[in-house]
Every structure is written in structure tokens, then in C-alpha cells.
């Protein structure tokens, strides 16, 4: 089986400062001092002065909270921020070290909005992208941090927003040249080991899915996977187990946009032979969050279903786990 090793932190927040752009530091010319903020390198040498050849006075960790005392331009031209400590430490660091409370405060709301929602997927960014606090690019004014490459992000969401024109952007809605409105897709997302900003949106465009290799070539043809859960284990008379899935799919063309999935289906594990059936599928077009809950062998899942006139139900399916690796999923029940 293919095995994700995480980068260790020290190298994950090098990543994080070194693609760090200029508007993250240009935030901080001109703010107010006696700011409220938080360190993101996972340690950071407090410094006598902004020289190069200062003294280390002290030392502050990932999440220390501090409080900006006075800011200072190096001759090189970078911002740096005299800050307390919360010891009474202080000293000087490069602004870019630091994320600012409102920022922080913002990003934790979102991540105790969706802190009930079962994760729908798990993303790796496939470049140095922009964590924000809403699903809009038109300007950067949203922006919470730089996350780089590599990055994994379990997924939660998911929203469509017209795409505005330019970097920079007005707000306005971007047209192909049939006059069409341009769409872009955002993941809500959740950042499981950052804690200073530990949720937010990321463009969709930026990041791929990491779909769990077991199932990865059971995708029926025509469509990708676009989310899964898994329903439980299940062990051989050999000790070998494996998983059982339940998988959701959209076509790769002519799908509803306004929608996550237009297929779901459970991939059941045989121990036996190591393969996997599919016991359960049925075409239905809908939206995160689907909701999968097991007790034992015993669960159900719910889906968001919406029909062609935009209208939603909450159909709900039994799910039990049999001997010999199989599984029976229910006709939808009423709620």
C-alpha cells in the first residue's frame, strides 16, 4: 500500500516563510502598535536589533502569543517587528513570522463551523497556494497564510463562485466568449496538524485529490472519484484486513457543476481474494457533506440529493457489515 510521510514540521514552516509573497508583509507597514499576533515557525530566535550581526535575546515557538511593541524597515528592506513575548521576552523578529489575531480568530470560527462535518476527501496541494477566509479571489484583502507545496488538506466543502477578472479583480464575473459566466471551485478544508490556522478555503484548482490506492482502479468508467469514506475493516482467516469504502463519482464530462457527485457506490473488501465488489450503486446527483456512521458492523450514511430543479432531499441508507468481507446497504429510508 502507498504511504504518505509527512514532512516534519520544521521543514513544513521553512516551506511557509520561504513562499511568503510581499502582501503578508506589506500588511503590517503602518498597523497599529501594541498588536495582538501569533508566531507560525515552529521556533524563532528573538534578535537585539534588525542588524544581521544582532545577538539572539530570547526564543518563541509555533502559537506563542505576542504583542507588537514597534516595527522597523532593514536596510535590506525587510519588515521586522519588535514583539513581547507571553514570558515578557522581547526582541525582534521579520514581520513574516507573524499572523495576526484577527486572522487567527477568523480562521479558528470557520474551523468550529465545520468541526461536526465528516471529512469528504483528503487534497495535497499541488503548488504554493493561498489559505483564505472565504471562497473569493478577486483580491487578497482574505488571505490568511501561504501553505506550500505538498500540503495535505482534508476536505470538507465544496462551492462554485464566478471567476473575477484579473489578478487584481473588481468583483466582477469573468465571460468566456459566448458571453458564459466563468466558474471557479473552492474546498472548504481543514488543516488537521496547523493549529494556528487550522481551517479555511482553498481554489480548487490548486489541489489534487489523494485517493486511497486500494480503490483508486475501481472508478467506474467515464467518472472520478470525488470523495469517499471508509465504512470499516475487515480481516481474513491470513490476518490481512482491508478496507470497505463508500465511494462518491462525477463524470469527467457533461456533469451537473452545481453538483459533487452524480454516483455513489460501496466498494466492498473480499479477504479471500484480496479484490474488491461492488455490492451497492445507484446514480444520484448531490452534495457534500455526506454523512457516514457506523456502530460496529452496524451504520448508515446520508446524502444531500438534489433533483433537477434545484430542490434537495435527505435520503438516508442502512449499512450493515457481513461475514466473508460483503455488505448490504438498504433501500433509503424516510426522514
Not at 297 to 308: A, C, E, I, M, P
Amino acid at each position: 500500500m502507498k504511504r504518505f510521510v509527512r514532512r516534519p514540521w520544521i521543514y513544513f514552516y521553512a516551506a511557509i516563510i520561504l513562499s511568503l509573497p510581499a502582501f503578508l508583509t506589506s500588511c503590517w507597514q503602518g498597523a497599529p502598535q501594541d498588536e495582538k499576533a501569533f508566531i507560525v515557525p515552529e521556533r524563532l530566535k528573538l534578535r537585539s536589533s534588525t542588524a544581521q550581526a544582532a545577538r539572539v535575546v530570547g526564543e518563541l515557538k509555533s502559537g506563542d502569543p505576542v504583542t507588537i511593541t514597534d516595527r522597523e524597515t532593514a536596510e535590506d528592506g525587510d519588515n521586522w517587528s519588535q514583539v513581547k513575548g507571553p514570558n515578557g521576552e522581547s526582541g525582534w523578529i521579520k514581520s513574516l513570522n507573524l499572523v495576526k489575531q484577527e486572522i487567527v480568530e477568523k480562521s479558528r470560527k470557520i474551523a468550529d463551523e465545520i468541526k461536526d462535518l465528516p471529512t469528504q476527501a483528503i487534497g495535497k496541494s499541488k503548488a504554493t497556494l493561498k489559505l483564505r477566509l472565504s471562497p473569493d479571489r478577486a483580491n487578497d484583502d482574505n488571505v490568511a497564510t501561504m501553505l506550500p507545496s505538498g500540503t495535505m488538506l482534508e476536505i470538507v466543502g465544496r462551492e462554485r463562485k464566478p471567476r473575477p477578472t484579473g489578478v487584481e479583480g473588481r468583483g466582477e464575473a469573468k465571460e468566456d466568449s459566448d458571453g458564459n459566466v466563468k466558474y471557479d471551485d473552492w474546498y472548504e478544508v481543514r488543516l488537521k496538524d496547523y493549529a494556528i490556522l487550522p481551517a479555511g478555503w482553498i481554489y480548487g484548482g490548486s489541489v489534487e485529490l489523494e485517493v486511497p490506492p486500494e480503490i483508486f482502479y475501481f472508478v467506474s468508467s467515464g467518472r472520478k472519484i470525488t470523495g469517499w469514506q471508509k465504512i470499516g475493516t475487515v480481516t481474513g482467516d491470513d490476518s490481512k484486513s482491508g478496507e470497505h469504502f463508500l465511494v462518491l463519482e462525477l463524470k469527467n464530462f457533461g456533469a451537473d457543476e452545481g453538483v459533487d457527485f452524480d454516483r455513489v457506490k460501496v466498494l466492498a473488501y473480499d479477504p479471500a481474494t484480496r479484490n474488491y465488489s461492488t455490492p451497492f450503486r445507484e446514480d444520484v446527483t448531490g452534495r457534500f457533506p455526506v454523512t457516514l456512521k457506523m456502530e460496529g458492523t452496524r451504520g448508515h450514511f446520508q446524502l444531500v440529493t438534489v433533483d433537477k430543479n434545484g430542490q434537495t432531499q435527505k435520503p438516508i441508507y442502512n449499512v450493515e457489515m457481513l461475514e466473508g468481507g460483503k455488505v448490504r446497504v438498504a433501500k433509503p429510508l424516510k426522514n
